[in-house]
């Protein structure tokens, strides 16, 4: 179990955010090298790919760290269970709903499928914690 540093609320709370933009930088990194690849860039592809890696391994993992964010297996799989669980029960519903309500119907529906998806990462994780309990 990672010992967090001692922080205050809000740094933690900062920490929190700057992890946020940390892994979307990540995600989107990993994106742009694929495309970047499929265009024949492949050193541009490299150069995104080892950027995205020092995003996740060094300033995400830092600062998970510095708030305890990993913990043992089993916490970290209630962590999970937590996530998907607001994403199935709160942030795709709502998210569909103001979607179709915009008349954005392509991005409700998509929304819809991501939901249905994490409904199976939530069962996965369920059991999972079940098998090591
Ligand atoms: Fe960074
Ligand atoms: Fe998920």
Redesign the pocket.
């Known amino acids: 179990m990672a010992t967090p540093a001692q922080i205050t609320a809000a740094t933690r709370e900062d920490l929190l955010n700057a992890m946020r933009g940390e892994a979307f930088a990540y995600a989107s990194y990993m994106l742009f090298a694929e495309t970047a690849r499929r265009n024949g860039k492949s050193e541009v592809a490299d150069l995104f790919e080892a950027t995205a890696r020092t995003e996740l391994l060094e300033h995400f993992a830092e600062q998970a760290a510095l708030t305890g964010l990993v913990g043992g297996d089993a916490d970290n799989l209630r962590h999970a269970i937590e996530?998907?669980s607001h994403?199935i029960d709160v942030l795709y519903p709502s998210y569909a709903e103001h979607a179709r309500a915009a008349g954005d119907a392509a991005a409700a529906d998509r929304l819809d499928e991501i939901r249905r998806?994490?409904l199976d990462?939530l069962e996965a994780f369920r059991e999972a914690l079940e098998s090591i309990a």
């Open positions: 996530g998907e994403e998806d994490e990462h």
